[in-house]
């Protein structure tokens, strides 16, 4: 099953909002003052979605929040997949890098799972552009947006704990390897689309969101090994 992940847009990634503000059908957006409650126009699904509070100060610039704001106006946003929109505008060579962010927890992990650091990171860059609060409408949560069942494999208890999802998705990053034979486009893809549509393909599945995911994330994989 394709998977489809929101995450919190920080102002490096302003480029990729015409994509990421887009309503989904029957799902208009509205913009509300802190006292009014969300619209009836603003609909969730059934399952949880990963709602994002965009705020413009007397300056113009642009900040977003997981956070209802109390004391401004505000907009209801709403995001998907951070690095598998097909037709995002982001210029995944030089859009800014998250080189500091969780530097302990992704060392220490990178050593007990003997995975290289920087695929760490660009796998968190891709899944939630580094924000811990991420939810998925599919219910993926976390900077690595674990799925429930792989929550449950791993014991997680709190998947938007940054340590806890780090170690779980990594052990999980680490499984596909093995059972892909170390095949990293391979493992990739099985991170996205889940690892039995990489074996009904016999390859990356012809879905375009994981081809870009896969392109993607080895772009920033290599951007992350040469970051300090």
């Not at 994981?210 to 993607?216: G, I, L, N």
Request: charged content about 15%.
């Amino acid at each position: 099953m394709r998977r489809y992940y929101p995450s919190l847009l920080l102002l490096a990634g302003l480029s990729h909002l015409s994509y990421a503000t887009e309503a989904a059908p029957g799902k208009p957006q509205v913009k509300l003052s802190p006292s009014a409650a969300p619209s009836k126009s603003v609909t969730t699904a059934a399952k949880p979605q990963f709602l994002v509070y965009k705020t413009v100060s007397a300056d113009g610039t642009a900040h977003f929040s997981d956070q209802r704001p109390q004391t401004s106006s505000f907009e209801l946003l709403r995001y998907d997949c951070y690095a598998c929109a097909p037709t995002s505008q982001i210029n995944w060579q030089n859009t800014p890098l998250f080189s500091q962010r969780f530097s302990r927890i992704i060392n220490t992990v990178a050593a007990e799972q003997q995975l290289d650091k920087a695929l760490i990171r660009a796998v968190i860059h891709a899944e939630s552009a580094f924000n811990p609060a991420a939810v998925s409408a599919k219910g993926a949560t976390g900077l690595m947006q674990l799925m429930p069942a792989t929550m449950q494999i791993f014991s997680v208890q709190n998947a938007t704990e940054p340590e806890q999802n780090i170690r779980a998705g990594s052990q999980y990053l680490a499984k596909l390897l093995a059972d892909f034979d170390g095949d990293l486009p391979l493992a990739l893809a099985a991170y996205n689309a889940g690892p039995g549509a990489v074996r009904r393909y016999n390859g990356i599945p012809p879905f375009p969101e994981t081809q870009a995911y896969v392109e993607r994330v080895q772009i920033l994989l290599s951007r992350y090994a040469q970051s300090p």
